[in-house]
Every structure is written in structure tokens, then in C-alpha cells.
């Protein structure tokens, strides 16, 4: 349910990039960032499930 939610605001954001070039850079830092949270938040997910 959330990931789809996520992919949504993905692609949001992809035609809010095409549409104004001028805040392509920080929204380019924003989604790199966002990006290293969402591994980091999978990789502790597959180390739950590799506990159990």
C-alpha cells in the first residue's frame, strides 16, 4: 500500500521536474536523499525477515 502511494509522488515529482527545469537541482538532491532512506529502510526490512 505505501509503495504505491511512494510510486505516485514519484512520478509527481518527474512531471513537476519537467515542468520547471529551475528546481530540477534540488529536487534532484531531495530524491537522492529520499532514495538512500527508502534502501536503507528495505535493506532493515530484509534483515527482519532474515531473523525470523
Do not use: A, D, E, Y
Given at each position: 500500500?505505501?509503495?504505491?502511494?511512494?510510486?505516485?509522488?514519484?512520478?509527481f515529482?518527474?512531471?513537476?521536474?519537467?515542468?520547471?527545469?529551475?528546481?530540477?537541482?534540488?529536487?534532484?538532491?531531495?530524491?537522492?536523499?529520499?532514495?538512500?532512506?527508502?534502501?536503507?529502510?528495505?535493506?532493515?526490512?530484509?534483515?527482519?525477515?532474515?531473523?525470523?
Amino acid at each position: 500500500m505505501p509503495l504505491r502511494k511512494k510510486m505516485l509522488i514519484v512520478r509527481f515529482l518527474k512531471l513537476f521536474q519537467n515542468r520547471c527545469p529551475w528546481k530540477r537541482r534540488r529536487l534532484m538532491l531531495r530524491m537522492t536523499h529520499w532514495q538512500m532512506l527508502h534502501q536503507l529502510h528495505q535493506m532493515c526490512q530484509l534483515g527482519s525477515h532474515r531473523n525470523h
